[in-house]
């Protein structure tokens, strides 16, 4: 087994010596050894992906269309269909030729998006809790994430916030990233808060980026509004098809912005990726030409799942700002069992059988809760909540 020169390891990205892995994905491999698990710690849907997408994909492979695509920035006709979709979505019109960038999956996305705008030493704000991936991909390119807490206001940033850290230790931020519906909380922004935000964001000139990918995914009488539909030359946003569509594997995500700022995004997508597989982004096509009530038929399971869930954790003392979307619940721990929550996962684990994230992993405002996501079958929900109950009650 070779050993790297000593000499060569010294002088290796000294910037990868500040990042730190996943400890969503370490908690999770940890506890996955447990004998009898059930796992409610990743973000991953139980569904099927649609037998129509499935298809089109086949279909494509059959028809051997196995060469680089002809544009880098996806298929014609991906593009069209992702500018439609967000044409009736959100009601912004985004020119499929200039103004699109199809990815591998939001996460790709990101680091494209991170990497156009980021310069080592730029601050960008970073509402939390919020998907930890976001900070190690913003050290990666030397830039510093400011994490706003939003505990304290049901974990929705409200401008006079915004406004306040703006004028504090965000001073001179160059952009703020939103997740919208929110991982790790379920919660969704109301159109009236973010007219409200567009309006600080435009005052102090920066970027917003967005992270939609959970947009199709909304409950009760929540709706998903974007911040392109008020500010559309400030806002990049980024979503795709894993969660919607069940198709997390399939690395399916892309990225909408202004031309100016997408000249570049498309030319970083480029470098990275070359261009998306074939036979995906055919199945994106279908996906979203032909495929608009696949997400409401996943949304009525996922809601009910949520009714159930909330309902019965309610009932053993855990308290939630109430989730709108996505498929988690992010509760806190009944102040009588304390506010460790790493502490208090690991033994629920160990001793219930149930895996569920500790809250801390997501940033600051996130100790003392756990994140709980209900993308798992009904029947495993249901045991798991035997397993929290018998848990709790005899701790």
């Known amino acids: 087994m070779p050993n790297l020169s000593n000499d060569l390891n010294s002088i290796i990205n000294k910037r990868l010596n500040n990042l730190s892995a996943s400890k969503i994905r370490a908690f999770d491999q940890k506890v996955s050894s447990i004998p009898g698990i059930i796992k409610l710690t990743i973000g991953e849907p139980d569904l099927a992906t649609p037998e129509h997408v499935k298809q089109a994909a086949i279909a494509d492979i059959q028809a051997d269309d ?21 044409d009736r979505s959100i009601g912004v019109h985004y020119d499929p030729k200039s103004e699109i960038c199809v990815t591998v999956g939001a996460t790709s996305a990101l680091n494209d998006v991170f990497m156009t705008l980021l310069n080592p030493g730029d601050k960008i704000l970073v509402p939390t809790p919020v998907w930890a991936l976001y900070f190690q991909l913003i050290k990666m390119t030397g830039a510093i994430p400011v994490q706003i807490d939003t505990k304290k206001d049901g974990f929705i940033l409200t401008p006079e916030h915004l406004r306040h850290v703006l004028e504090g230790r965000g001073k001179g931020a160059k952009a703020i990233i939103l997740t919208d519906p929110s991982n790790p909380t379920g919660r969704v922004y109301p159109a ?13 000139k920066i970027f917003s980026v967005t992270d939609e990918i959970y947009a199709e995914l909304v409950y009760g009488n929540a709706e998903h509004h974007s911040l392109s539909e008020y500010i559309s030359d400030h806002n990049i946003l980024i979503s795709g098809l894993s969660k919607a569509y069940a198709m997390t594997g399939w690395r399916l995500g892309y990225i909408a912005g202004p031309k100016q700022i997408m000249q570049n995004i498309r030319k970083i ?7 998306v597989t074939d036979n995906v982004q055919m199945a994106a096509v279908e996906a979203l030409n032909n495929g608009q009530n696949d997400p ?6 996922y809601e009910s799942r949520l009714q159930f869930m909330q309902t019965s954790l309610e009932k053993l003392g855990f308290e939630m700002a109430t989730p709108q979307g996505a498929f ?9 069992y304390g506010t460790d929550d790493e502490t208090f996962a690991y033994e629920l684990a160990q001793k219930a059988k149930v895996g569920v994230t500790p809250g801390r992993y997501f940033g600051k405002g996130g100790e003392g809760y756990v994140r709980l996501s209900y993308a798992s079958s009904t029947e495993q929900l249901r045991e798991s909540l035997r397993r929290i109950t018998d848990f709790v009650n005899n701790l």
């Open 296 to 301: 409401l038929q996943s949304r009525k399971i």
């Open 192 to 204: 009236e808060t973010l007219k409200a935000l567009a309006e600080v964001i435009k005052e102090y």
């Open 328 to 336: 988690y619940i992010f509760a806190k721990i009944p102040e009588k």
């Open 269 to 275: 997508n480029a470098f990275l990726v070359t261009s």
């Open 66 to 86: 196995s060469h680089y695509a002809p544009h880098k920035a996806g298929k014609p006709e991906l593009l069209d269909a992702i500018s439609n979709y967000l």
